[in-house]
Nanobody
Framework: VQLVESGGGLVQPGGSLRLSCEAS????????MSWYRQASGKERELVAH????????TYADSVKGRFTISRDNAKNTVYLRMNSLKPEDSAVYYC?????????WGQGTQVTVSS
């Protein structure tokens, strides 16, 4: 089982990034997918969630209207489009796959928002 995140980096405030998480080793279309983030010295928090078919999404209040989660089950990939980025969005972003009782995590990708 592997979840490999990519797309992180350094971006200026107000900029955009798109994170990708490519899955392998399990039946991706059966799993709910989420993006979490963990800033330095803080607890990991849920950013966005998408159900297995992609028809239902939820977001943390802090990112509503700025971030969009999506998935392509044919490519075994989940995405997080991040617009209007703020310095407080800086964190390591992780993807998570879950279907009870199993859950898998990626290794994370760093996002830094700074001028």
């Amino acid at each position: 089982v592997q979840l490999v995140e990519s797309g992180g980096g350094l971006v200026q405030p107000g900029g955009s990034l798109r994170l990708s998480c490519e899955a392998s080793g399990f039946t991706f279309s059966n799993y709910r997918m989420s993006w979490y983030r963990q800033a330095s010295g803080k607890e990991r928090e849920l950013v966005a969630h998408i159900n297995s078919s992609g028809g239902i999404t939820t977001y943390a209040d802090s990112v509503k209207g700025r971030f969009t989660i999506s998935r392509d089950n044919a490519k075994n990939t989940v995405y997080l489009r991040m617009n209007s980025l703020k310095p407080e969005d800086s964190a390591v972003y992780y993807c998570r796959a879950q279907t009870w009782p199993r859950a898998y995590w990626g290794q994370g990708t760093q996002v830094t928002v700074s001028s």
